[in-house]
């Protein structure tokens, strides 16, 4: 109020004032992750993240907005932070990334690794687990099965539109073996014929095998007319062959022996 001697009338205007609060600039943001390791799970992954700026404040989540993308498959994702509408805070919008890291799967081999030629296909098997349900990715194997002596090494590759968001294990890869037979044993027969005497010495030549492993080869034999049996009196009379007169190798057997019949 107020009053004067030359004024009859004295009336005040009031002009209010304001103050204004405008968002705080901030020039320098770190984005800290909260989590450890991420793994692909088929879903999307939306990690945490910690804002400070430079002096060390921690901005409150109610602050900023986080938007992901490319967020499922492994490899890195992209993850968007700018100021939500309301914030008391003014920074430009940039960009961090995390890396999804592809899930490890699970090998389980069967147990005998160790066989010994007997000319049967021999296997090792083995079993994966832990690759998500409905995602495009199998197991190829390679050198799982063998019949002949020698050593394998079976393994195991990812293969499908989703296996980069897989990995091996450690254990994808199998040593295993089919050890030599210790032996085989080939029969060999004289042939034999039943003759009348005649007074005139008489003979029969030739022999046969019986049935033989085809990975066996003959290396060493006499010719059909090189073994005979002859005599002239009533009686019986042995072939000529012997066991050294036969020789023979294979890739399957340590040792490879004749059987004469004569």
Known sequence: SASSSIYSNVTIKINDGSLTISRKPLDVITATIEEGEIIYNGEEQEPSYILT???????SPSEYEIIFDNNVNAGEADVIIKPTKNSQYNFKEFVEHFTITPKEIELKWSETTAFEYDGSEKNVTVDASGIIAGDKCTIKATDMTGVNAGDHTATITLDGTDKNNYKLPSNSMLDWTISKAPLCTIEVKGKSATKIYTGAEQGVTGYTYNPYDATITITKS?????????????????????????TATSSNYETIKFAIKN
């Open 53 to 59: 700026d430079s002096d060390g404040n921690v901005l």
């Open 222 to 246: 006499p010719a059909q007319e090189e073994i005979f049996a002859k005599g002239t009196a009533v009686g019986s009379y042995p072939t000529n062959m012997t066991e050294d007169m036969f």
